[in-house]
């Protein structure tokens, strides 16, 4: 356990870690007076090297393992958290499997019959159909008589796992040998499997703090750089303009609403032929470009401070368009086809209000970029 920083309130328990994402959101809440604490699994390099740095009142580790956690409770039971936010989707449904008492304090607190559609991704899609929003058209495959029926309605195809999370659980197909392998791969070890239809179309993220299915702090953005290409993570993205920012956020709202939503979440869209935006995924969580919102002007943490303390997270704010942002350290140092001179352009795009977050995050994943390639 490590013991730091201490605040005037309220207490948070952050859950999981996304590295930098994480660490930059327990920044902004703690120099706006919260008391941040963080049960993790990440191994103890580079918080517990300069952990003064770090804005963490106390640290526990531990597994998200298949019960209640003791050492959470105990930890929940010393803090006392105003909320818990989950960082991470095991993080979300570790969350499912606590007392009572502590599931309550979860932002987002997820109501049990909505559980199941996170769950299953693609029995979310099928209904946020009913719900009026645009989704891929999809082929469910339980064997390879359905994967040969898919490949005949044209290739190429999205192979996709009910649980995949951001690249893991999603294979591009573009050869009949392609789509049997994927879906050798994913059934079995998941909720569902099915192919959707690839469109050519450009890739836009949506993403919101949502209070009762509200986006009050709404950030859209076009991903102009991904990595593996077409269905990667953004590495790049520029916010987005009107009419579209107004129509992803009706999407966005439109699925919300209907999952009783309070807290952060994300989704991805992809545009068609036919202009129209349908939605291919859904994040229950922070996101990993969500540095793109602070030169977007989203007052999101704000925001989660006033909703954490009071209960209301408005007045609302939105993302200006046209403003590009290169996700930070990915863009320098994460892999790509990008060359070198203008990887260093990622640097300016850096959380630099926050000097050690940025240099210690982007020595560790030099570190670590260099260690796979060893």
């Known amino acids: 356990m490590i013991f730091g920083r201490t605040g005037s309130g309220p207490d948070i328990i952050l859950v999981d870690r996304m590295c930098l994402t994480t660490d930059y959101l327990a920044r ?12 993790t699994t990440s191994p103890q390099w580079p918080l517990s090297l300069l952990r003064a740095a770090y804005p963490y009142s106390s640290t526990v580790r531990g597994p998200l393992g298949d019960q209640s956690s003791d050492a959470f409770v105990n930890m929940v039971e010393r803090v006392n958290p105003a909320c818990i936010i989950p960082l991470t989707e095991p993080a979300l449904y570790w969350m499912w499997d606590q007392p009572a008492h502590i599931q309550e304090r979860c932002l987002p607190n997820v109501p049990s019959e909505i559980q ?32 040969r029926a898919a490949i005949a309605a044209g290739l190429p195809l999205i192979v996709k796992s009910g649980q995949s999370v951001a690249t893991a659980g999603v294979a591009l197909c573009r050869t009949p040998d392609e789509v049997i392998l994927a879906f050798d791969k994913f059934f079995g070890h998941t ?5 959707q239809r690839y469109y050519v179309g450009p890739t836009y993220l949506a993403g919101a703090l949502f209070v009762h299915g509200e986006a009050v702090h709404f950030y859209a953005g076009k991903k102009t750089v991904t990595w593996p290409p077409l269905i990667g993570y953004s590495y790049e993205i520029e916010s987005a303009g009107e009419p579209l920012l107004s129509t992803l956020q009706q999407a966005a709202e439109t699925v919300c609403k209907n999952l009783e ?14 202009n129209q935006f349908r939605f291919v995924d859904f994040n229950p969580r922070l996101w990993g470009a969500a540095g793109a919102m602070m030169t977007a002007k989203v007052d999101l943490y704000e925001g989660l401070d006033r909703l954490i303390r009071s209960g209301h997270a408005g007045p609302l704010s939105r993302s200006i368009p046209g403003i590009s942002h ?28 926050t000097p050690f977050l940025a240099v210690s995050e982007l020595v560790y994943r030099t570190a670590i970029r260099m260690s796979h390639s060893s």
């Open 28 to 39: 902004q809440l703690a120099s706006r007076g919260a008391r941040v604490h963080l049960f």
């Open 261 to 274: 939503w309070t807290g952060l979440a994300s989704f991805d869209f992809v545009l068609d032929e036919t």
């Open 326 to 353: 290169r996700v930070f350290p990915k863009y320098t140092v994460g892999p790509t086809d990008i060359g070198w001179r203008r990887r260093l352009l990622g640097l300016r795009d850096g959380p630099w209000d």
């Open 116 to 147: 199941p559609l996170l769950l299953d991704r693609a029995l979310l899609l099928e209904r946020a159909a009913d719900w009026g929003v645009a989704t891929p058209e999809a082929i469910p495959l339980n064997s390879h008589d359905d994967c």
């Open 191 to 195: 909720t569902s499997v099915s192919a």
